[in-house]
Structures are given as structure tokens and as C-alpha cells.
């Protein structure tokens, strides 16, 4: 139980176009859902919290505008990277919170994004 | 949210060895959470321990909490290689929900 699936697993993309990354708990509802950035050898960067049917909540220094996050259903959470530059390019997780849970966090596989 | 910060950075055994990791934190929490990364992937949830348990066990792994000390451990017990992985600790405050992540410990098993 507690799996979270990330659609791409993988994306390539060119400067200036968008990509959406999606998230889905495939056997439990997530109210909340959580996205991470993860650059080479370093932690999680915890980017926003993810609440189904209401804005999301961004950490400090994140762009909401660039990041645009959409929690439309207990199951689905996705993010979009708009405009994206070199400098996006890195391994995005998300995670999603068992609404019966403790705060456990079940994280998806990650989407590595690389931007040319 | 608070992060959790791992103790020693990295860390290298043989195969049957035990390996234990620290964390430290700094205020008030209901739990506090484990987590394995392997290279490349996501996290993966491996146990969790409330504020008023000293100790849990769940096959090869013993955790540990001091919360007067504000710390828990983590031991793996008869290490594999397939253990190798980066460890992290997530202490969950009691006013918060985030979990944030410090650098976590390297863990390498050599066969």
C-alpha cells in the first residue's frame, strides 16, 4: 500500500516551454501533497505544499508564478514549470500525506527534468 | 518546519557490519520519521517513532528517540549491500506538518 506514482519519469525539454509533472496516490487519499527539488549530491528542497482545493503554499524564495502547483482531487497534484531555463533542470519528487496517516510522507520515483 | 540534521555525514562498512546514524533536532515534535533514498529515486518511508516512545523496532532496523536530548538514532543491524542508500531523519513539530530534510548520512556497504 501507500504508493505514489510521478508521470514523466523523465523529461527533456527546450528553453522557454513548459512542463507539467504529475503526482498520484494510487491507493490512499492525500489532502496534502508535498514537492521537493533535489540538485546532484544535496537534500530536498521542500518547494510548496500542496492542499486539495485551495491554493498552494510556497516556500520562501520559490516562484509561485514559475511553479504553478494544482491539487484538483485527493489523488492528484500536479506542477508545472513554466518558461523553463537550464537552471530548472534538477530531480523533482513529490510526496503525499495519508489523510489517516501520522504525517507519514510516501514519495513518488522523481522526475528528472533537463532543460536545453 | 524544523529540519533534522544526520550525524556522521557518511559512513562506510562491511557487509554484516551494524551501522548506526544519529539525528539531532531542535524543538518540540509529535514523531520523528526515517527515510532511505538510493540514488536517483525517491524517498522511502522506513519507520517512525512517537514523541512518548524510547525505542521501536522494525526488522533489521532500531530506532531510538531522546527527546530530552532532542535526538534519536538509527541502527541497522547485519548490514547488506543493498542497504547502501542515503538516511535521513524527519522530525515532525507539533505546530507544523512539512517535513524538511537536512543532508542526511551516505551510508555505503561494501560486500
Known amino acids: 500500500g501507500a504508493v505514489v506514482s510521478q508521470h514523466p519519469s523523465w523529461v527533456i525539454c527546450k528553453s522557454g516551454t513548459s512542463v507539467k509533472i504529475e503526482c498520484r496516490s494510487l491507493?490512499?487519499?492525500?489532502?496534502?501533497m508535498f514537492w521537493y527539488r533535489q540538485f546532484p549530491k544535496q537534500s530536498l528542497m521542500l518547494m510548496a505544499t500542496?492542499?486539495?482545493?485551495?491554493?498552494?503554499?510556497?516556500e520562501q524564495g520559490v516562484e509561485k508564478d514559475k511553479f504553478l502547483i494544482n491539487h484538483a482531487s485527493l489523488t492528484l497534484s500536479t506542477l508545472t514549470v513554466t518558461s523553463a531555463h537550464p537552471e530548472d533542470s534538477s530531480f523533482y519528487i513529490c510526496?503525499?500525506?495519508?489523510?489517516?496517516?501520522?504525517?507519514?510522507?510516501?514519495f513518488g520515483p522523481g522526475t528528472r527534468l533537463t532543460v536545453t | 518546519s524544523q529540519q533534522g540534521e544526520e550525524d556522521p555525514q557518511a559512513l562506510s562498512i562491511q557487509e554484516g557490519e551494524n551501522a548506526t546514524m544519529n539525528c539531532s533536532y531542535k524543538?518540540?515534535?509529535?514523531?520523528l520519521q526515517w527515510y532511505r533514498q538510493n540514488s536517483g529515486r525517491g524517498l522511502v518511508h522506513l519507520i517512525l517513532?512517537?514523541?512518548?516512545?524510547r525505542e521501536k523496532h522494525s526488522g533489521r532496523l532500531r530506532v531510538t528517540l531522546d527527546t530530552s536530548k532532542k535526538s534519536s538514532s538509527l541502527l541497522i543491524t547485519a548490514s547488506r549491500a543493498a542497504d547502501t542508500a542515503s538516511y535521513f531523519c524527519a522530525p515532525r513539530e507539533t505546530s507544523g506538518s512539512r517535513l524538511t530534510f537536512g543532508e542526511g548520512t551516505q551510508l555505503t556497504v561494501n560486500p
Open positions: 500542496s492542499n486539495e482545493g485551495s491554493k498552494a503554499t510556497y
Open positions: 491507493d490512499f487519499q492525500a489532502t496534502t
Open positions: 524543538t518540540s515534535i509529535n514523531n
Open positions: 510526496s503525499a500525506r495519508d489523510i489517516g496517516g501520522e504525517g507519514e510522507q510516501y
Open positions: 517513532i512517537r514523541s512518548n516512545e
